[in-house]
């Protein structure tokens, strides 16, 4: 009996942990038959209202049926930064409207899922923080609906912290180097410099810059008709727009990005191996992009 007692106790305080619990990278929150720009216009609205930031918002593939709005507020930016090992990319979240068959669909980054990708073993020491940003997202982006309905693949939460989509697929602690620089302020100029030219026909969706803690993340848009984000968001999945846009994080000065084989499998996490292997160019021609806004 008091084995089994003990069985149960630790099952419990697995599941209240989120061990045993999935999560899916989306939230849906409503479907409405406006138009992309009137629905945009609410959500930054019902942000704001609440606090949050709007960072940047851009139209991925050049796509008019698709909408990124990128927020954040100040609680997880000065939360997610504590974490050093890439902990920053965790502080920008996205909005995406996805217009289909006359209907915009509403959904947004799920904050259960990216903390615990993003912040793997420092999840729990912050997970007061963490869990009252999801709430507050919740409660802000409620005006617009009420469904949030999560989507997109379900991973259990102890799996997130070490995910990877195959065997001797990459991890997040495997970032592909863009480039060194002689110091964080030179990397941060260059880079800037390079997005502001937009080299590689990118766009420069967002900034976050820590200057105190030498540490700044770009949100890049992938413009180039032939590989960028025209050439394989439409063979992935639309409905996934608000894992874009992809990042450069810059900590001190080293560039680096997630491996294309980890950030779209994570977000794109139902993907069969046929589909990756239709996208099978995509992560290095990322790379190349980015790598060329860093020189």
């Known amino acids: 009996m008091k084995?089994?007692?003990?069985?149960?106790?630790?099952?419990?305080?697995?599941?209240?942990?989120?061990?045993?619990?999935s999560f899916q990278p989306y939230i849906k929150v409503t479907e409405s038959s406006e138009t992309i720009t009137n629905v945009a216009k609410k959500v930054k609205e019902?942000?704001?209202?609440?606090?949050?930031?709007?960072?940047?918002?851009?139209?991925?593939?050049?796509?008019?049926?698709?909408?990124?709005?990128?927020?954040?507020?100040?609680?997880i930016k000065n939360t997610v930064i504590k974490v050093k090992d890439r902990g920053a990319l965790a502080a920008a979240f996205k909005v995406a409207l996805v217009k289909n068959n006359g209907k915009v669909t509403v959904s947004y980054t799920n904050p259960d899922y990216i903390f615990r990708a993003y912040l793997q073993n420092d999840y729990n020491k912050h997970k007061t923080t963490l869990n009252q940003f999801g709430k507050d997202v919740k409660n802000?982006?409620?005006?617009?609906?009420?469904?949030?309905?999560?989507?997109?693949?379900?991973?259990?939460?102890?799996?997130?912290?070490?995910?990877?989509?195959?065997?001797?697929?990459p991890y997040f602690t495997d970032p592909i180097t863009l480039n060194e620089f002689n110091s964080f302020e030179e990397g941060l100029k260059i880079i800037q410099q390079n997005l502001n030219a937009k080299k590689g026909n990118t766009v420069n969706v967002y900034e976050l810059i820590y200057k105190n803690e030498?540490?700044?993340?770009?949100?890049?848009?992938?413009?180039?008709?032939?590989?960028?984000?025209?050439?394989?968001?439409?063979?992935?999945?639309?409905?996934h727009a608000a894992a874009l846009p992809y990042e450069i994080i810059l900590q001190g000065n080293k560039a680096t990005m997630l491996h294309g084989?980890?950030?779209?499998?994570?977000?794109?996490?139902?993907?069969?191996?046929?589909?990756?292997?239709?996208?099978?160019?995509?992560?290095?021609?990322i790379e190349d992009t980015l790598e060329s806004i860093c020189e």
Request: hydrophobic share 40%; with cysteine; charged share 15%.
């Open 46 to 75: 019902a942000l704001q209202t609440n606090s949050f930031e709007i960072i940047g918002e851009y139209t991925p593939a050049n796509n008019t049926n698709l909408k990124v709005i990128v927020f954040t507020n100040n609680n």
């Open 140 to 169: 802000a982006l409620s005006v617009l609906g009420n469904e949030f309905t999560p989507f997109g693949g379900a991973i259990k939460g102890e799996k997130l912290k070490n995910y990877h989509y195959k065997i001797m697929m």
């Open 261 to 285: 084989k980890y950030r779209i499998a994570l977000h794109w996490p139902e993907l069969t191996m046929g589909t990756f292997m239709k996208i099978m160019s995509t992560p290095g021609d």
């Open 3 to 21: 084995t089994y007692i003990s069985i149960c106790l630790v099952a419990v305080l697995a599941i209240s942990n989120g061990f045993a619990q």
């Open 214 to 239: 030498k540490v700044a993340v770009f949100g890049v848009g992938l413009n180039s008709p032939s590989d960028g984000e025209s050439h394989f968001l439409p063979k992935i999945g639309e409905a």
